[in-house]
């Protein structure tokens, strides 16, 4: 299930396309906050849609390698799996932006490879979950590699937020037009546009939607009022044959359950309006500088999101497809328009792509993704990409018990609402995730079952039937070595 010897072909392609494409070329990311692709999180985004994603390529199998927010972010920063850049959860203790992660990874996030191949570069929205703690340097920490810096404080917020800007503290209130954040980045990267940039350069836009509070812009408050979460695939439907976790859940699940997940699945498509409005905004200002042309988009998410599969009221942080797959959509200079391609793209693979833009290989540096840009460029063989991949979760409980849930005893965690657990201690995985010759997913718990799942996608895409139980144990046994091999992987062992 590794990669053929057409991988070399690839790194030459690359090599090759950066003399044809010229450059040196600017970078945009723009980093949304728990946007699904598989319960219609994409729906909102007409604009982006046109302005990206028609304008160049729309990746159907986008994934994270770990689905919540500050071991993912962390992952894209670092371009490497969790195991390897240490990040176990949202929390200090968990490495989140902790002093550890600003010693060993922040040096070798992408922004510093880029800075020093002279790209001005400039941040804007959330980091890391646990970014300006007080016991982590707070606010006065700016992160290397980053010349203008806008960071947020803590977690998503759409008002009431402190920012760090260039290490000062920057407080925020509720007032509309100077406070809410979607907007406050969509003005500070237009600021940055027209006053400070200089090609090439790198921009990082990280809005908050569409994260919790879901906090909608006044003129979107009513957006979508009559809009429920998708009631098809395995919504509602108990998960019986799953790890614990999930069988847990209520199912079917209470009326109060429901109606909080679609008030929620409203909001969340009212939040993600104001960054459709960002993107259309963006692309303009370049456009109006004439700097569209030489300027690579990228659009992506940290994570996916559920709202009501397997009875499962909302989150992400499960293995299945509707939290792993995130949208992936890139335009810039080589890219024909309106592609669709299917070649599975991880988040640790953008740093590695950003590198390749600024003439940088992988190679050079720890990162265990591998850069696509071959892919946005040329019409490279599918056969020439990785087949599988490695997806890795640490799960998080309360040692005596969620406060707000007593009765359901320690370990668990995000019991919300009605005392339906998210997470556990023990909800901790590595699975392989693998689309060819066959759609395949095989995860171990660590628990003490040492429970097993596997997922024959290609026949089972809503992952509705366990079948670890009655396949051939000569393949489990495969999957169990491919996953071996990938949780110790570094560097060019993880692009084996």
């Known amino acids: 299930m590794g990669h053929p010897a057409s991988w ?49 390529v729309s990746f159907t199998h986008a994934f994270t390698v770990t689905p919540l927010c500050c071991p993912s972010r962390s992952s894209i920063l670092s371009g490497c799996y969790p195991h390897n850049h240490l990040v176990r959860n949202n929390s200090l203790e968990g490495n989140c932006s902790s ?36 016991a982590a340097g707070g606010i006065q920490h700016v992160p290397l590699g980053w010349k203008y810096w806008n960071g947020l404080v803590g977690n998503s917020r759409y008002y009431n ?15 509309y037009q100077d406070d809410y954040l979607t907007d406050l980045i969509t003005n500070r990267s237009l600021e940055f546009l027209q006053k400070w940039s200089r090609p090439p350069f790198l921009m990082v836009l990280a809005p908050p939607a569409a994260h919790s509070p879901w906090t909608a812009a006044p003129g979107y408050a009513t957006a979508y009022s009559t809009t429920k979460a998708p009631r098809d695939g395995s919504f509602n ?3 019986k044959d799953k790890h614990w976790l999930v ?27 104001s960054v459709d409005d960002l993107v259309e905004r963006v692309v303009g200002r370049l456009k109006a ?42 335009r810039g200079p080589g890219i024909k328009a309106n592609q669709t391609r299917s070649e599975p793209i991880l988040n640790i693979d953008l740093g590695p792509t950003f590198l390749d833009i600024a003439g940088l290989n992988v190679s050079q540096t720890a990162m265990d993704g591998q850069s696509f840009l071959p892919l946005l460029v040329t019409p490279a063989q599918p056969s020439a990409w990785r087949a599988d991949f490695l997806v890795q979760y640490t799960g998080e409980g309360f040692p005596d018990g969620d406060p707000a849930c007593p009765a359901l005893g320690p370990g668990v965690s995000q019991c919300f609402p009605d005392c339906v657990c998210e997470d556990a201690f023990n909800n901790t995985y590595a699975c392989v995730r693998a689309l ?31 079948v670890a139980q009655s396949v051939d144990p000569t393949l489990l046994e495969a999957l169990n070595q491919r996953l071996i091999k990938l949780q110790a992987c570094a560097g060019p062992s993880c692009r084996a």
């Open 8 to 56: 070399d072909a690839l790194l030459v392609l690359s090599a090759a396309w950066q003399l044809v494409l010229g450059g040196p070329h600017n970078i945009v990311l723009i980093l949304t906050d728990d946007q699904d692709t598989e319960i219609g999180g994409m729906t909102p985004m007409k604009k982006t849609q046109a302005l990206i994603g028609q304008a160049g």
């Open 99 to 134: 002093l550890a992660w600003q010693k060993n990874q922040e040096p070798l996030a992408f922004p510093v490879y880029l800075q020093r191949q002279g790209y001005q570069t400039f941040y804007a929205g959330k980091y890391l979950n646990q970014y300006g703690h007080p």
């Open 161 to 175: 937020y402190t920012l760090s800007v260039d290490g000062q503290e920057e407080r925020h209130g509720h007032r």
């Open 237 to 239: 439907v108990h998960g």
């Open 247 to 273: 069988r847990q859940a209520r199912s079917p699940m209470a009326n109060t359950s429901i109606e909080f997940l679609d008030k929620a699945y409203r909001e969340r498509w009212q939040t993600l309006l």
């Open 289 to 330: 500088l004439d700097l569209l042309a030489s300027t690579y988009i990228f659009y992506t998410s940290d994570n996916g999101y559920h709202a009501g599969q397997f009875s499962l009221p909302i989150d992400k942080r499960q293995l299945y497809e509707f939290d792993i797959r995130v949208p992936l959509l890139v």
């Open 436 to 466: 060819r010759p066959h759609g395949l997913q095989y995860c171990e718990f660590a628990d003490s079952q040492a429970f097993v799942e596997l997922y024959n996608l290609t026949a089972d895409p809503q992952q509705l039937r366990n």
